[in-house]
């Protein structure tokens, strides 16, 4: 072999080992979980579980974030936050111009689990706190990433925290559509500003409406239909329509010692294994109502006394059975995987029984879910040509206000309103 040639085997050989020690991690500005051993990610406002990740700035409201490592180690995880604007793209700010205190800290309060098969260590944090807190409102990326290093990203969630510089007033209507009448939500609302120093209305400020705190339902306003003095009225017939879909189908996962709301069979050995009963799709005509909590997951135990610690896992089966099979891919969707359709989350169809089953590791709670079809022509995530959907379904949205100061580099999230459907 000639030396040139050995020359360039020797150098690819030294990139090759290189680089995958160079590669930055990518990370996602949105609900994400980077690690697969990373499980039961909750993130809310400590005054109601479950509830949507908002605090009001220096009122006294944290927001906590809890999660399971079922890796069997404890590690050193940190935390940190980034601004960012309205459509979540960096602010490009320094950290000490949107933080008080320190620009990141480790994870210090975990548990190993006790008297569970499945072994794992339960970490929280509650932000803010005596070492990091925000103080510019806004659109915040909540990170946690080993080592203090943020190539080695395991969690992101988007958490917000807001001011109340402007009010905000919304109902709940049919859809202008006459088609689409008996199945879509329309929002109209008004913002009053007259708090702020408004200078263009039409471009000082924005407002993104989400259904459910989903963030693939989110639609942003940036132009009021009209303004009356210092109000911003937003009653445009072509926007803010959302599909009213249908309530969350929910299972029931507190106990592993007998069958309980929507479990047919458990089986408990090496592992824990539970066999949920059959679904079908709900498409029909009329509107049936059913209790739910739009799409989130609460961990329970009924069998132990802190479930964030004894609470077991178990391998969960979904299966589904359709009059005919679709055209497109079907997932299983719910707070409990950030609504992500990914592969983890597709359903495999099981042609000699006609049906489509997925095995999701979950722990011990209740768990609201819901099936979602992706037509393989149009690639549009869609549930209702599975669950339907009807105008009179219970739905929550919210609706946050957006704000640039003249002359500043970030926007502040400087009014928040919820409203139910019912």
């Not at 940190?80 to 459509?87: K, N, P, T, V």
Request: overall charge neutral; hydrophobic content about 30%.
């Amino acid at each position: 072999m000639a030396r040139n040639d050995v020359f360039f085997l020797m150098l690819l050989a030294s990139l090759l080992l290189y680089l995958p020690s160079q590669a930055q991690q990518v990370i996602q500005y949105n609900d994400h979980i980077y690690l697969p051993n990373i499980k039961s990610v909750e993130c809310y406002n400590t005054s109601k579980e479950g509830s949507f990740p908002l605090i009001q700035l220096r009122s006294g409201e944290q927001l906590q974030l809890a999660f399971d490592d079922l890796g069997g180690n404890s590690r050193q995880y940190y935390y940190s936050l980034e601004h960012c604007d309205a459509q979540w793209q960096p602010s490009r700010l320094s950290p000490t111009e949107y933080l008080t205190g320190f620009v990141e800290d480790r994870i210090m309060d975990y548990n190993y689990s006790s008297s569970t098969i499945q072994k794992y260590i339960h970490y929280e944090v509650k932000i803010p706190n005596q070492t990091i807190a925000p103080k510019l409102p806004g659109n915040y990326l909540l990170k946690v990433y080993e080592d203090g290093n943020q190539s080695k990203m395991i969690i992101t969630r988007r958490v917000y925290v807001a001011t109340s510089a402007v009010g905000v007033g919304a109902q709940v209507v049919p859809s202008n559509n006459v088609q689409l009448r008996d199945r879509d939500q329309k929002i109209n609302f008004t913002v009053n500003y007259g708090g702020l120093n408004v200078q263009n209305p039409y471009g000082d400020i924005k407002v993104v409406v989400m259904q459910n705190g989903q963030q693939r339902t989110a639609q942003m306003n940036t132009r009021p239909t009209f303004i009356r003095n210092s109000q911003l009225i937003y009653t445009d017939p072509t926007i803010n329509d959302f599909a009213g879909g249908n309530e969350y189908r929910l299972f029931d996962l507190r106990t592993l010692k007998l069958n309980s709301q929507r479990v047919a069979r458990i089986f408990r050995d090496t592992a824990n294994t539970v066999l949920l009963t059959s679904d079908e799709a709900r498409n029909r005509s009329s509107y049936l109502f059913e209790y739910d909590n739009n799409g989130e997951f609460l961990i329970r135990n009924q069998d132990g006394r802190d479930p964030r610690t004894d609470a077991d896992y178990a391998n969960v089966y979904f299966n589904l059975g359709l009059n005919s099979k679709p055209n497109g891919d079907v997932y299983v969707v719910g707070r409990f995987n950030n609504f992500e359709l990914t592969d983890a989350n597709r359903m495999t169809y099981d042609a000699t029984r006609d049906r489509y089953t997925l095995s999701c590791l979950l722990k011990q709670g209740i768990y609201d879910y819901q099936y979602v079809l992706v037509n393989a022509d149009t690639k549009k995530a869609d549930s209702a040509p599975i669950e339907g959907s009807y105008f009179e379904t219970e739905n929550t949205y919210q609706i946050l206000v957006y704000y640039r100061q003249p002359g500043s580099r970030w926007e502040e999230l400087v009014g928040y309103q919820e409203v139910r459907t019912k």
